[in-house]
């Protein structure tokens, strides 16, 4: 079992939505955030593109932040979701540093922080917080190893795209486009 | 070399989850503060939850407040029955917690006094607030009859006081949602069909092969349903036709983008009308069957051609006549949205009514993917005495201005609180709920004047609001998750109720509105008209008359009823009678011939800005709602001020770059009183810039949003009225820019 998450970059429409739901969800301190929104503009006026894309950790396959963990505090676990032991975490910052999606932030109780996949919601059968909140449903979830999974679904006959794939990373958020 | 990209992250979290440049030291103090909060997620089954309809925007989308077992709200998660919503809230339904938890919100009664010559707030008990306004209010009564009070309301607490005022003896209540919003197509859409839109609007988006977007960035309003039903055919690839200077989010998502010269909107429609008529793209069956008029009409629109319409609105011919087969194409599933907020030009019920005419002739009123035949439940009148006649009501002092006002005209309640003003009938006192009138109302030193002249004003709210500093007294009403309201029972594809309870008691001293209208009530003798002891009485007995009860609303937030008025839509060759003069849908307007409007829309020309001034456009932002959210922390978190967006071209000629703060003056030379970024953009035309509403708040009280990006409605002194419904056309301003400081006679 891998979990994973495509993002519908063609629904999308940068609500922010996911960003807040995961807040509450989680209990994220004011002036953090594990999720956000890039918007991406290209093109000159008139003929303009608008990419927009909800981010994430990207749940890596080849982590280089639980590599780097001095302490072990970073690690994978079932469905390669890639979790923070905060009681482990010494908040030294090295994964921070090594992530090439930006996903990790200093928690102001001492320890990093990153988005979990819900887990204590998959744990009860649920869905990410996000993925339910969205109200354009762009966000899709899943084992990736199942093919009738939602987000193996939505994989199926669509164009997607990694996040800097050069990185070796393998990451688990797939941009449908 | 020049950039062709721009990069940036709307979430305002700087980079990706790094802190808005918070310490990330552990102070142990803190963490033994908050040892009563889990400080990780909580399970659901460990949360209790509560029914609610959300109040954050018009929408009103039904969700369930989850509390935890210290008491705390941790989340509002939508409820999976709501068509307004289908168990997804928009980020500020789930962030409406940050109403909630907003250490600003307004705590106690407060009152007016002056301390050694300075007027100052000073706190105050419910009762000595509440004897106060009840006092005023007899005053006001006695001097100069009780309909010289007058009430400004949105949103739930205005059914309450709404309510007190008819039973205090006043008609005078006026909202922003008339005149500032959609009154113009209500005006339109109901002298072309017999009907208004209304709230939700019944467009059957999630069936439609072509939406026609005029100037509406759904998806940046973020009208929940609405937006979910884009999405759906955003998915399954239907045609999407965006008119708008702007490259809105919806206009990037659709096969069109039609980035129209501002103020020109009408000349595009009439020439569509053109096309389908002399082509023969039109809907012939149903106009044969249910319109009136059509003559008249093709011999108006003769001249209209997409050849003269290009010379307006900079659209090419070949792209307006392409547009029109795609509408026809997809007929009768096609909707040319009527928009919500359509103040604009002055002529904007005009506007409206060409969009109705499209809607006509390409058949879609009544029909599967255009719009639907709405319908509503109505909820039992609580049984109170009649309400006292009224000598007059605002409608009295129009003087045959403005025929189709069927609301009341915020502006016109405004002029006639002016004694100089000369009006037949005087305004002396108001009470104000739920709405923001500095940041709502434009032309600011018409509010400021009227604020002045009037004897007394009583301000209730939850957040010190810039309105709350023009108050006498100022009444602290609870957030939405804290108290019982009305039943929302807003009209859809199926007649539906919600309920909304409080999740707990009301933090600091606040109160509910209906508390406090009753408590007036009581203390102008009017206690007849609040008989019972909480509002909860009330809503039991309007459920049990509608076959449920309050315990069983408690436990299912929302149900839906049968439809009792026929289906959703016209059947093939149906006989249907339209609720207009003819009954039938007019294409040639019978009630604007019979008060001397034109039957049928004309373009008219509307002034352009001069050289080095920009069209002032303004909008919204998905994760707030116009002024009243920018304080709440979930929702600050996501956007903390607005910028004004300029075209790269421009921006050279000015040496403008991303980020550099601006201050923005209009046409008669008043300067925004704080600086706003600016953003460059290829995503806007180059004779317009864009701002999102609702920034700019100069209470201080509101610590997080004060002075952050500047306000729109400041800049709109250009007011161009709606002849026919007073509606407050506001996109006739225009701004240049300041890079400098503004001295103090540039603000003066």
């Given at each position: 079992?891998?979990?994973?998450?495509?993002?519908?970059?063609?629904?999308?429409?940068?609500c922010?939505?996911c960003?807040?739901?995961c807040?509450?969800?989680?209990?994220?301190?004011?002036?953090y955030?594990r999720d956000w929104?890039?918007?991406?503009?290209?093109?000159?006026?008139?003929?303009?593109?608008?990419?927009?894309r909800s981010?994430?950790?990207n749940?890596?396959?080849?982590?280089?932040?639980?590599?780097?963990?001095?302490?072990?505090?970073?690690?994978?676990v079932?469905?390669?979701?890639?979790?923070v032991?905060?009681?482990?975490?010494?908040?030294?910052?090295?994964?921070?540093?090594?992530?090439?999606?930006?996903?990790r932030?200093?928690?102001?109780?001492?320890y990093?922080?990153?988005?979990?996949?819900c887990q204590?919601?998959l744990?009860?059968?649920?869905?990410?917080?996000?993925?339910?909140?969205?109200?354009?449903?762009?966000l899709?979830?899943?084992?990736?190893?199942?093919?009738y999974?939602?987000?193996?679904?939505?994989l199926k006959n669509?164009?997607?795209?990694?996040?800097?794939?050069?990185?070796?990373?393998?990451?688990?958020?797939?941009?449908l486009? | 070399?020049?950039?062709?990209?721009?990069?940036?992250?709307?979430?305002?979290?700087?980079?990706?989850a790094?802190?808005?440049?918070?310490?990330?030291?552990?102070?142990?103090?803190?963490?033994?503060?908050?040892?009563?909060?889990?400080?990780?997620?909580?399970?659901?089954?460990e949360?209790?939850?509560?029914p609610?309809?959300?109040?954050?925007?018009?929408?009103?989308c039904?969700?369930?407040?989850?509390?935890?077992?210290?008491?705390?709200?941790?989340?509002i998660?939508?409820?999976?029955?709501?068509?307004?919503c289908?168990?997804?809230?928009?980020?500020?339904?789930?962030?409406g917690?940050?109403?909630?938890?907003?250490?600003?919100?307004?705590?106690?009664?407060?009152?007016?006094e002056?301390?050694?010559?300075?007027?100052?707030f000073?706190?105050?008990?419910?009762?000595e607030?509440?004897d106060?306004?009840?006092?005023?209010?007899k005053?006001?009564?006695?001097?100069?009859?009780?309909?010289?009070f007058?009430?400004?309301?949105?949103?739930?607490?205005?059914?309450?006081f709404?309510?007190?005022?008819?039973?205090?003896?006043s008609e005078?209540?006026?909202?922003?949602?008339?005149?500032?919003?959609?009154?113009?197509?209500?005006?339109g859409?109901?002298?072309?069909?017999?009907?208004?839109?209304?709230?939700?609007?019944?467009?059957?988006i999630?069936?439609?092969?072509?939406?026609v977007l005029?100037?509406?960035?759904?998806?940046?309003n973020?009208?929940?349903?609405?937006?979910?039903?884009?999405?759906?055919?955003?998915?399954?690839n239907?045609?999407?036709?965006?008119?708008?200077?702007?490259?809105?989010?919806?206009?990037?998502?659709?096969?069109?983008?039609?980035?129209?010269?501002?103020?020109?909107?009408?000349a595009?429609?009439?020439?569509?009308?053109?096309?389908?008529?002399?082509?023969g793209?039109?809907?012939?069956?149903?106009?044969?069957?249910?319109t009136m008029?059509?003559e008249?009409?093709k011999?108006?629109?003769?001249?209209?051609?997409?050849?003269?319409?290009y010379?307006?609105?900079?659209?090419?011919p070949?792209?307006?006549r392409k547009?029109?087969?795609?509408?026809a194409?997809?007929?009768?599933?096609?909707?040319?949205?009527?928009?919500?907020?359509?103040?604009?030009?002055?002529?904007?019920?005009?506007?409206?009514?060409?969009?109705?005419?499209?809607?006509?002739?390409?058949?879609?009123?009544?029909?599967?993917?255009?719009?639907?035949?709405k319908?509503?439940?109505?909820?039992?009148?609580?049984?109170?005495?009649?309400?006292?006649?009224?000598?007059?009501?605002?409608?009295?002092?129009?003087?045959?201005?403005?025929?189709?006002?069927?609301?009341?005209?915020?502006?016109?309640?405004?002029?006639?609180?002016?004694?100089?003003?000369?009006?037949?009938?005087q305004?002396?006192?108001?009470?104000?709920?739920?709405?923001?009138?500095?940041?709502?109302?434009?032309?600011?030193?018409?509010?400021?004047?009227?604020?002045?002249?009037?004897?007394?004003?009583?301000?209730?709210?939850?957040?010190?609001?810039?309105?709350?500093?023009?108050a006498?007294?100022?009444?602290?009403?609870?957030?939405?998750?804290?108290?019982?309201?009305?039943?929302?029972?807003?009209?859809?594809?199926?007649?539906n109720?919600?309920?909304?309870?409080?999740?707990?008691?009301?933090?600091y001293?606040?109160?509910?509105?209906?508390?406090?209208?009753?408590?007036?009530?009581?203390?102008l003798?009017?206690?007849?008209f609040?008989?019972?002891d909480?509002?909860?009485?009330?809503?039991d007995?309007?459920?049990?008359?509608m076959?449920?009860?309050?315990?069983?609303?408690?436990?299912?937030?929302?149900?839906?009823?049968?439809?009792?008025?026929?289906p959703?839509?016209?059947?093939?060759?149906?006989?249907?009678?339209?609720n207009?003069?003819?009954?039938?849908?007019?294409?040639?307007?019978?009630?604007?011939?019979?008060?001397?409007f034109?039957?049928m829309?004309k373009?008219?020309?509307?002034?352009?800005p001069?050289?080095?001034?920009?069209?002032?456009?303004?909008g919204?932002?998905?994760?707030?709602?116009?002024?009243?959210?920018?304080?709440?922390?979930?929702?600050?978190?996501?956007?903390?001020e607005?910028?004004?967006?300029?075209?790269?071209?421009?921006?050279?000629l000015?040496?403008?770059?991303?980020?550099?703060?601006?201050?923005?003056?209009n046409?008669?030379g008043?300067?925004?009183?704080?600086?706003?970024?600016?953003r460059?953009?290829e995503r806007?035309?180059?004779?317009?810039?864009?701002?999102?509403?609702?920034?700019?708040?100069?209470n201080k009280?509101?610590t997080?949003?004060?002075?952050?990006?500047?306000?729109?409605?400041?800049l709109?002194?250009n007011?161009?009225?709606?002849?026919?419904?007073?509606?407050?056309?506001?996109?006739?301003n225009?701004?240049t820019?300041?890079?400098?400081?503004?001295g103090?006679?540039?603000e003066a």
């Amino acid at each position: 079992m891998r979990y994973a998450m495509a993002i519908d970059t063609k629904k999308c429409v940068g609500c922010s939505d996911c960003v807040v739901a995961c807040q509450t969800e989680n209990n994220v301190p004011h002036g953090y955030c594990r999720d956000w929104i890039v918007e991406n503009v290209s093109g000159a006026y008139p003929i303009v593109e608008i990419e927009l894309r909800s981010e994430r950790c990207n749940h890596c396959e080849n982590a280089p932040c639980v590599r780097c963990c001095p302490t072990g505090a970073s690690h994978t676990v079932e469905g390669g979701i890639v979790m923070v032991t905060h009681d482990e975490c010494i908040g030294c910052g090295a994964c921070i540093q090594s992530c090439p999606y930006d996903a990790r932030y200093s928690h102001p109780d001492g320890y990093v922080d990153k988005c979990t996949f819900c887990q204590h919601r998959l744990e009860k059968g649920q869905n990410t917080a996000c993925v339910d909140v969205c109200p354009t449903k762009c966000l899709h979830f899943g084992d990736i190893e199942d093919p009738y999974s939602d987000v193996s679904l939505a994989l199926k006959n669509r164009s997607w795209k990694v996040l800097a794939p050069e990185a070796g990373t393998k990451p688990q958020l797939y941009f449908l486009t | 070399m020049k950039t062709r990209r721009e990069f940036i992250k709307i979430s305002a979290v700087g980079a990706g989850a790094a802190a808005i440049g918070l310490s990330t030291i552990n102070i142990a103090g803190l963490k033994l503060a908050n040892a009563a909060i889990d400080q990780t997620a909580v399970s659901d089954e460990e949360m209790t939850s509560f029914p609610t309809y959300c109040e954050v925007c018009f929408w009103k989308c039904a969700g369930w407040t989850y509390v935890d077992k210290h008491k705390n709200i941790r989340k509002i998660i939508g409820n999976k029955e709501d068509p307004h919503c289908n168990g997804r809230l928009c980020p500020r339904g789930t962030g409406g917690v940050g109403m909630y938890t907003d250490e600003d919100r307004l705590k106690t009664p407060l009152i007016r006094e002056t301390v050694n010559g300075e007027q100052v707030f000073r706190k105050a008990s419910w009762k000595e607030a509440l004897d106060l306004v009840a006092s005023k209010m007899k005053d006001v009564a006695d001097k100069y009859g009780p309909e010289s009070f007058a009430l400004f309301n949105h949103g739930a607490p205005g059914e309450h006081f709404k309510h007190l005022l008819h039973a205090y003896g006043s008609e005078n209540e006026g909202e922003p949602a008339w005149a500032q919003c959609r009154g113009p197509r209500e005006v339109g859409f109901s002298a072309t069909f017999g009907s208004w839109i209304g709230s939700p609007e019944p467009t059957d988006i999630r069936d439609t092969n072509c939406l026609v977007l005029i100037g509406s960035h759904i998806g940046e309003n973020m009208h929940n349903g609405q937006v979910q039903e884009v999405a759906d055919i955003i998915g399954r690839n239907a045609t999407i036709i965006t008119v708008d200077p702007r490259l809105s989010t919806v206009a990037s998502k659709s096969k069109y983008w039609l980035p129209i010269k501002p103020a020109t909107d009408l000349a595009l429609l009439l020439s569509w009308i053109h096309v389908l008529i002399y082509e023969g793209l039109f809907n012939k069956d149903y106009v044969e069957q249910y319109t009136m008029g059509f003559e008249q009409l093709k011999e108006h629109v003769k001249d209209m051609t997409p050849e003269w319409a290009y010379g307006i609105t900079t659209i090419e011919p070949s792209i307006i006549r392409k547009t029109a087969r795609e509408m026809a194409n997809a007929a009768p599933a096609v909707i040319v949205h009527p928009g919500r907020h359509v103040v604009w030009y002055g002529d904007d019920s005009q506007r409206e009514r060409a969009i109705a005419i499209l809607n006509a002739l390409l058949g879609s009123w009544g029909k599967r993917g255009g719009f639907y035949f709405k319908e509503a439940i109505s909820v039992p009148k609580y049984p109170h005495p009649q309400y006292p006649h009224t000598e007059w009501s605002w409608k009295d002092n129009l003087d045959g201005k403005y025929p189709l006002s069927s609301m009341a005209i915020t502006t016109e309640l405004l002029a006639a609180s002016i004694p100089e003003f000369g009006y037949k009938h005087q305004i002396k006192a108001w009470m104000v709920a739920g709405t923001n009138l500095p940041l709502t109302i434009p032309n600011k030193e018409l509010f400021k004047t009227a604020a002045e002249a009037v004897e007394f004003i009583v301000v209730v709210d939850t957040m010190p609001m810039d309105i709350t500093g023009y108050a006498d007294v100022v009444l602290p009403e609870c957030t939405y998750l804290e108290r019982y309201d009305t039943l929302r029972a807003a009209p859809h594809r199926e007649p539906n109720i919600a309920i909304r309870m409080p999740a707990v008691e009301p933090k600091y001293e606040t109160k509910p509105s209906w508390w406090i209208a009753k408590q007036l009530g009581e203390r102008l003798g009017l206690g007849d008209f609040f008989d019972y002891d909480d509002f909860s009485e009330v809503l039991d007995w309007q459920l049990k008359k509608m076959g449920t009860s309050l315990d069983e609303m408690k436990k299912i937030g929302i149900k839906m009823f049968n439809r009792k008025s026929g289906p959703l839509y016209l059947a093939d060759g149906e006989e249907y009678h339209f609720n207009t003069n003819s009954g039938k849908i007019e294409l040639y307007s019978t009630e604007f011939a019979e008060l001397g409007f034109d039957p049928m829309p004309k373009f008219t020309k509307h002034p352009e800005p001069e050289d080095g001034f920009y069209r002032l456009i303004y909008g919204r932002a998905p994760m707030h709602t116009f002024s009243r959210t920018s304080n709440n922390h979930n929702l600050f978190d996501l956007m903390n001020e607005n910028s004004v967006w300029i075209n790269p071209k421009v921006a050279e000629l000015w040496d403008l770059k991303t980020g550099q703060k601006i201050w923005l003056q209009n046409q008669d030379g008043i300067v925004s009183t704080f600086p706003i970024k600016v953003r460059v953009t290829e995503r806007i035309r180059w004779d317009s810039v864009y701002m999102v509403h609702g920034f700019g708040h100069d209470n201080k009280k509101l610590t997080r949003t004060f002075g952050r990006g500047a306000s729109d409605t400041q800049l709109i002194t250009n007011v161009m009225v709606d002849p026919m419904m007073g509606g407050t056309g506001m996109r006739g301003n225009f701004v240049t820019f300041i890079t400098e400081k503004p001295g103090k006679e540039a603000e003066a």
